[in-house]
Nanobody
Framework: QVQLVESGGGLVQAGGSLRLSCAAS????????MGWFRQAPGKEREFVAAISWSGGSTYYVDSVKGRFTISRDNAKNTVYLQMNSLKPEDTAVYYCAADPRAYYSGSYYHPKEYAYWGQGTQVTVSS
């Protein structure tokens, strides 16, 4: 059974940092793209960041560029999201997602590109 388990969320003051982790089990995603999405109350799920299977290419929504960094450790089947200079508008449930297709690029931004999802981890940024 494939599972993606996020961790690292919590409550932080504006300007602070958090590091989210997403550990995959049940199969390897070392040759698949992975991404982070978030959903705030009353809003649609939105793309945050994605990383190619090799880790050589990364993609970000404009609102987090320069503040968030996505990375991966294929040996650990884990993807990370380092979030710095957090703002109250970053408050949301953050979801990890994985594309089951190997060596496939396609769109990194659309949720439909990802077949596997974690349960989400809450990030709350206080002002």
């Amino acid at each position: 059974q494939v599972q993606l388990v996020e961790s690292g969320g919590g409550l932080v003051q504006a300007g602070g940092s958090l590091r989210l982790s997403c550990a995959a089990s049940g199969r390897t995603f070392s040759n698949s793209k992975m991404g982070w999405f978030r959903q705030a109350p009353g809003k649609e799920r939105e793309f945050v960041a994605a990383i190619s299977w090799s880790g050589g290419s990364t993609y970000y929504v404009d609102s987090v560029k320069g503040r968030f960094t996505i990375s991966r450790d294929n040996a650990k089947n884990t993807v990370y999201l380092q979030m710095n200079s957090l703002k109250p508008e970053d408050t949301a449930v953050y979801y990890c997602a994985a594309d089951p297709r190997a060596y496939y690029s396609g769109s990194y931004y659309h949720p439909k590109e990802y077949a596997y999802w974690g349960q989400g981890t809450q990030v709350t940024v206080s002002s």
